[in-house]
């Protein structure tokens, strides 16, 4: 099993960037599908962004495309998501998700995901 521990969360500027990162233990992050999932208050869960364990392939919700990058450093074992251009609609607690099925369930449901991360708080000002 997999251990996910996000970090790099916290106050953004309007049209400014920050960076979150997911560190893996436990099991490679490459042996996962893995997401980055965002909840606002009042709001259901989102996936944002995806990156496919067997070729790397990453998929971004309408809401970031353009503006967010995820990435992944095996090595590392940690998965990256790059915020920029933050807007005022993108506060929320941010979790990092790993799935071995994903990519049969559906990349951008957030049921393709069993391991979950305990969230990172962003917030942005204007």
């Known amino acids: 099993q997999v251990q996910l521990v996000e970090s790099g969360g916290g106050l953004g500027q309007a049209g400014g960037s920050l960076r979150l990162a997911c560190a893996a233990a436990?099991?490679?992050?490459?042996?996962?599908?893995m997401a980055w999932v965002r909840q606002a208050p009042g709001k259901e869960r989102e996936v944002v962004a995806t990156?496919?364990?067997?070729?790397?392939?990453?998929y971004y919700a309408d809401s970031v495309k353009g503006r967010f990058t995820i990435s992944r450093d095996n090595a590392k074992s940690t998965v990256y998501l790059q915020m920029n251009s933050l807007k005022p609609e993108d506060p929320a607690v941010y979790y990092c998700?790993?799935?071995?099925?994903?990519?049969?369930?559906?990349?951008?449901?957030?049921?393709?995901?069993?391991?979950w991360g305990q969230g990172t708080q962003v917030t942005v000002s204007s």
């Open positions: 998700a790993a799935g071995a099925n994903a990519q049969a369930i559906g990349v951008m449901s957030e049921l393709g995901y069993d391991r």
């Open positions: 436990g099991r490679a992050c490459r042996s996962y599908t």
């Open positions: 990156i496919t364990k067997s070729r790397g392939h990453t």
